[in-house]
């Protein structure tokens, strides 16, 4: 399980999954889940076609060579205007947004060669059990509430998406369909795979004047819960006339903020949507600060039913944390789907459904922190939350085993009186061993292989791992590479042990 982290998350994974790959262990796994930028990575892995039958290695350079160039520099004409192309002719159909903007942006550096990848064509690459289950992550959320308030998390999988909350989940096919009580009205084409990237990092949606430059990307390193405070000013300054949730007009009429009339050719609503579109980007216009533009909108595919949690607790407690006592109103005709980070930065949602029933989680841990020896519980501390408040087994999170002159690569949580709690190993991003071994139990001895060893990840005033940051030169990728890489193989002896554990737990049971 990988947590969000925008590159530095994707190129962390892609270094977890070269050591679980090579040491076998990733043949015990049956899930992979990613939010945000770990999403990205998996999706981007999950696209190529030769994976996993040719290993990864060859993957991981493409994925290099895809992300030396920053992204910001597929908001050019030439590209905008092959987005506007498919916006446009997505928006005869169904809402759109600046997710959809994005999401281009996103997929035309992460999947130059697999933009036509949609999300069920992955059921191809995990067949036969060849790689484990991708789950990735997103969140209903309302556009005048809080994340924390009323956020309900969203699975997606080749097989299925929806919100566990209530048991609802369709098909990827049908995904962005028009429904009403139950039934498909609409059927709409499947959503490419760059749209589903765009809307698993929407906060960068919400954050993009930040990432393009209009406000001053700051020197130090920000911490997740300063990066989410900072999305939910966005969204509460957000100006809402467009796109309402409550907008009963007809779609083939709306225009989400661009006049559109039928007499209009298809060039003049180009060239209108694109000069307002990058008016948008670099000047502080309403559309850009409209909360239904920077974050995505599907249809509600729950419209017109009934339906009752299903698992979620009730209580006074509810009303303070997460807001889960609160429910979709099954009359809204569209929904927000937006980054699960704006709630917490990890996916264990998607694995702690007692459907799953979960043994041992690795977890990965990538969220940003305000120095490299900060305390690296805040995210692992909402889930814990999360799951008391929903009673689902979650190990307690005892944040006094922490000691900064004496950190740790991993730390190990667990409840050895519930059988049914998961282990949960927490690894952190930190260079403790890697300064001096360039493999586990081998020194480094040259100037280079030092020089390679020594750097920092959060205390580095250049910031090259900010989650801001969307272009890594060779260097800035093979550090990150091969120092995750590192800290797993590390910690093999420890993963091995927790498995033999969980075995000899299923054995007590039976």
């Known amino acids: ?105 996103v997929g035309e550096t992460l999947l130059p060669k697999n933009k036509n990848t949609i999300l069920s064509d992955f059921r191809h690459t995990i067949h036969g059990g060849k790689a484990p289950l991708p789950l990735l992550a997103g969140i209903h959320a309302k556009d005048s509430v809080s994340a924390h308030k009323f956020g309900e998390w969203m699975e997606f999988s080749p097989f299925e998406i929806g919100i566990p909350k209530y ?73 809402d006339s467009d796109n309402d949730e409550n907008d009963d007009s007809d779609d083939e009429e709306e225009d989400d903020g661009v006049q559109h009339q039928a007499s209009s050719d298809k060039s003049s609503q180009q060239r209108s949507l694109w000069e307002r579109m990058i008016s948008s980007l670099f000047s502080n216009s309403d559309l850009l600060n409209s909360r239904s533009w920077r974050a995505g909108v599907i249809y509600n595919f729950m419209r017109g039913i009934s339906l009752r949690q299903t698992h979620q607790n009730d209580g006074d407690e509810i009303e303070k944390d997460f807001g889960h006592w609160q429910k979709l109103e099954m009359s809204k005709k569209r929904m927000m789907v937006c980054d699960a980070g704006l709630a917490f930065n990890s996916p264990y949602p998607l694995l702690l459904g007692p459907q799953r ?124 590479y091969q120092l995750t890489k590192f800290n797993t193989l590390n910690c093999m002896d420890d993963i091995k042990q927790s498995i033999s554990e969980c075995v000899h737990r299923k054995k007590a049971q039976n």
């Open 357 to 480: 029933n979960m043994d041992l989680i690795l977890s990965f841990e990538f969220s940003s922190r305000k120095s490299d020896d900060a305390e690296p519980f805040s995210e692992i501390l909402l889930a814990e939350k999360w799951a008391r408040i929903n009673q689902i087994p979650f190990p307690k999170i005892d944040t006094s085993v922490f000691d900064k002159n004496n950190m740790k690569e991993v730390y190990i949580f667990k409840d050895s009186e519930d059988a049914t709690c998961p282990i949960v190993m927490h690894f952190i991003l930190a260079n403790i061993n890697f300064r001096k071994y360039k493999e586990p139990g081998v020194k480094r001895t040259t100037k280079e292989e030092m020089a390679f060893g020594e750097f920092d990840i959060f205390d580095d005033t250049e910031n090259p791992y900010s989650t801001f940051n969307f272009k890594y030169d060779d260097q800035t990728f093979e550090r990150l």
């Open 167 to 239: 048991g609802t989940f369709y098909k990827p096919e049908m995904f962005g369909s028009k429904f009403f009580m139950g039934k498909c009205v609409k059927k709409c084409t499947e959503s490419p795979l760059h749209y589903y990237q765009g809307l698993w990092g929407s906060a960068f949606t919400i954050l993009f004047k930040r990432i393009s430059g209009q406000q001053q990307v700051k020197s130090e390193n920000i911490s997740e819960e300063t990066i989410r405070n900072e999305m939910e000013e966005e969204l509460a300054a957000s100006t």
């Open 1 to 105: 399980m990988g947590s969000g982290g925008g590159f530095r998350a994707m190129v962390g994974l892609a270094g977890v999954f070269e050591a679980l790959i090579s040491s076998g262990i990733m043949d015990t796994a049956m899930y992979a889940a990613g939010l945000s930028g770990s999403s990205w990575y998996l999706s981007t892995l999950y696209a190529e076609h030769d994976w996993p039958t040719k290993g990864i290695a060859a993957e991981h350079g493409k994925l290099k060579d895809n992300i030396d160039s920053s992204v910001l520099w597929k908001i050019g004409p030439s590209y905008t205007y092959l987005y506007m192309d498919a916006i446009l002719e997505k928006k005869k159909h169904q809402p759109v947004s600046f997710t959809d903007f994005f999401g281009h942006m």
